[in-house]
């Protein structure tokens, strides 16, 4: 910590002291992993064992193989695994919910169990935390395990997204992060079903640092998130972030009505100069198709809308708990 912000630490009184070296929880979203766990649980080890105070917390989200005997085996062998079991598949963002309200460590880290959130990034991620940042994102600097189709749709994403939302998230960012218990309390207090994570991270804001790496592909098991599901996704996002959409409608309303008077003007002149011209079918053809697909693609907008709002409005919970399993014996 630089001595300006440690002064400026000394002077805090609220909303929360910060508490810079206490413990680490790492947030792991499963589904349908049961091959995973082995490896990432090995691989995340070697990392965890310099760090005092740490809880592994497993969000088992509903897989269908063996998945939570496994996480349970393992959570029976090391106190420092808990496994919070859905009651079915809620989704990637759900699940990370679930474990942001269950965790109540004072650094959290969310990874994904398929050994594509590299663990070498764990001590860098603390050694940053600890230098002040509430927030450090891991930045994908090469993604060469996804294919381009995956990258270009991702940068058209990001650039859509970023134009159109307030907010700004970083391109080649993903959940891979640290945040401090700062922001989990923060983000918990953001009640809304359509949990766009990566929006939702940037929205609350803080201090945010970033840390390059390079995303390798997955070690086992297959991808869970197919294109049509990716494209629920980025519509949420967008949607959930901003009303341009919405104001659509009022430019193009705007663009069809002087579109409309610059042609009934010409009709009218026509007709004063060259009198009557019956045939007229092709422009009138023309003229009402585009009002009627203009008119399609707005309602559509507003029924994007709509339909999230029907959501929001019956307040249902963002996912269901079936159990939690943990050891609780005295060591
Ligand atoms: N995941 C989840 N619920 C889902 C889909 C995925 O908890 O409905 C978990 C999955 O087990 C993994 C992480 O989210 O730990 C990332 O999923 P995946 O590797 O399939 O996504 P990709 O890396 O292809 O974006
Ligand atoms: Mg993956």
Redesign the pocket.
């Known amino acids: 910590m630089t001595q300006t912000s440690s002064l400026r630490q000394s002077l805090r009184v609220a909303p929360l002291p910060e508490r810079r070296s206490g413990t680490l929880g790492l947030i792991?979203?499963?589904?349908d992993?049961a091959e995973a766990v082995g490896p990432f649980l090995e691989a995340v080890r070697p990392f965890l064992d310099g760090v005092a105070d740490c809880e592994i917390l497993f969000?088992n989200?509903g897989s269908r193989d063996g998945t939570l005997d496994r996480l349970c085996d393992a959570a029976l062998e090391d106190r420092r695994i808990a496994v919070l079991n859905l009651a079915r598949?809620f989704?990637?963002e759900a699940?990370m919910s679930a474990g942001l309200d269950h965790c109540d460590a004072d650094a959290v880290i969310i990874m994904?169990?398929?050994g594509?959130d590299p663990p070498e990034l764990i001590p860098e991620f603390l050694h940053l935390w600890r230098s002040g940042y509430d927030v450090v994102v891991g930045e994908r600097v090469v993604r060469r395990s996804d294919s381009w189709m995956k990258r270009m749709t991702a940068r058209l994403f990001y650039n859509v997204f970023n134009r159109l939302s307030s907010i700004k998230i970083p391109p080649n960012v993903g959940d891979f992060r640290l945040i401090d218990r700062r922001v989990v309390l923060a983000i918990r207090r953001l009640e809304e079903r359509n949990r766009f994570m990566k929006g939702l991270y940037t929205w609350v804001g803080f201090p945010t640092a970033s840390l390059p790496y390079e995303r390798p592909a997955?070690q086992a098991g297959r991808?869970?998130?197919k294109w049509r599901q990716l494209t629920r996704f980025a519509l949420d996002g967008i949607f959930g972030f901003s009303t341009v959409p919405l104001k659509l409608s009022t430019y193009l309303s705007g663009l069809l009505a002087a579109g409309a008077l610059i042609y009934a003007a010409y009709l009218i002149v026509r007709t004063l100069v060259f009198g009557v011209d019956l045939p007229g079918y092709a422009s009138l053809m023309v003229v009402v198709l585009c009002a009627a697909a203009a008119q399609f693609f707005v309602l559509g907008l507003i029924g994007e809308y709509v339909s999230r709002l029907t959501i929001e409005t019956k307040r249902r919970p963002v996912y269901i708990l079936e159990g939690e399993y943990r050891r609780t014996d005295d060591p």
């Not at 792991?28 to 589904?31: F, G, K, S």
């Open positions: 792991v979203p499963v589904y992993e969000v989200d598949n989704g990637k699940a994904d169990v398929d594509q997955r991808t869970k998130f």
